[in-house]
Nanobody
Framework: QVQLVESGGGLAQPGGSLRLSCAAS????????MGWYRQAPGKQREWVAI????????NYADSVKGRFTISRDNAKNTVYLQMNNLKPEDTAVYYC?????????WGQGTQVTVSS
């Protein structure tokens, strides 16, 4: 099983940018599909983006398409979420997850707040 630790959250102004990182340990990182999810107060957790194990294919929720970019560095066991043109509705706790053969691991989350 893989252990995940997110970082990079914080306060950003509307239109600003943040880059989240998710560091993995404990297993072969490159064999996992990696995803980002978020959960706003009072709402269900929602999927944001995914990158497959090889790093060659990505997909995004419509709400972030064109603004967010997911990437991974298998040599550093890290997946990133570059968030540009942030909006107040992007405010949430952001979680990364790792999936392989139906097993899912989650990080503890990092808070992102978009406010002027």
């Amino acid at each position: 099983q893989v252990q995940l630790v997110e970082s990079g959250g914080g306060l950003a102004q509307p239109g600003g940018s943040l880059r989240l990182s998710c560091a993995a340990s404990g297993s072969i990182f490159s064999s996992y599909n990696m995803g980002w999810y978020r959960q706003a107060p009072g709402k269900q957790r929602e999927w944001v983006a995914i990158i497959i194990s090889s790093g060659g294919s990505t997909n995004y929720a419509d709400s972030v398409k064109g603004r967010f970019t997911i990437s991974r560095d298998n040599a550093k066991n890290t997946v990133y979420l570059q968030m540009n043109n942030l909006k107040p509705e992007d405010t949430a706790v952001y979680y990364c997850n790792a999936v392989k053969y139906g097993q899912v691991s989650w990080g503890q989350g990092t808070q992102v707040t978009v406010s002027s």
